[in-house]
DNA sequence: TCTATGTATCTAAATGTTTCGATTTGTTGA
DNA sequence: TCAACAAATCGAAACATTTAGATACATAGA
């Protein structure tokens, strides 16, 4: 676990992160004690529900939020390891 | 010097890695003690010198990398504080 | 001054992303 | 089983990004 990310998995991350809205997203999920439904995100902001899960899957893709079905919810959290092994790709670039 | 960085900076930076040709550019002017010419990069790379410039440009708007002027050649270097800034940034979504 | 060279800009085509409304899928509870 | 609900997917329009070739700009050296 907690391998080096290869350059695909960086540009991913870094798209998934390209977004303010996605950034919000994992901002309000954190704040929930990093526990979040999916409709509460969809309370959050002003954007179409088929938006909200559009940008959410795509911070699933990227690996930075992980989700877990329960019956007809979905809940999100981040993945902590993924943001550290981001960070670790980032830090020879400030020496 | 090294404040916050607002949400739109976040946005401009990861948009900037969101290349691979981009973070490739980036580990070139690193390996080269941090500093590299324009044309030098273009020699890398299967791409076109204007694509080059226009990659390069992006990477200077995010402030990731910096310019600098010699005559006709343009040297760039890593902007170290950036990426303090940007890791400073994502730092809390890993504890 | 003129030419060659290094870099930046413009234009346009191809491709990718964002967004919404509509629909589909899957699950709960009546 | 069926209605209600949560979430995901589809289709299409609007918008943004990537790319190369052509061109412009700026400087060094003849």
Redesign the interface.
């Known amino acids: 676990m907690n391998k080096p990310l290869d350059?695909?998995q960086?540009?991913k991350i870094?798209?998934?992160?390209?977004?303010?809205w996605r950034?919000?997203i994992?901002e309000a999920v954190?704040k929930e004690q990093g526990w979040m439904q999916c409709n509460c995100i969809v309370g959050m902001f002003d954007l179409a529900q088929s938006t909200i899960s559009h940008h959410v899957k795509q911070l699933i893709d990227a690996e930075?939020l992980i989700a877990e079905k329960e019956g007809r919810h979905a809940r999100y959290r981040?993945n902590?390891?993924a943001?550290?092994s981001?960070?670790r790709f980032?830090?020879?670039?400030?020496?």
Chains 1, 2 share one sequence.
Not at 90 to 95: D, K
């Open positions: 350059i695909r960086v540009e870094s798209k998934a992160l390209g977004d303010p950034i919000r994992i954190l930075l981040v902590e390891e943001f550290n981001y960070i980032l830090a020879p670039f400030c020496q």
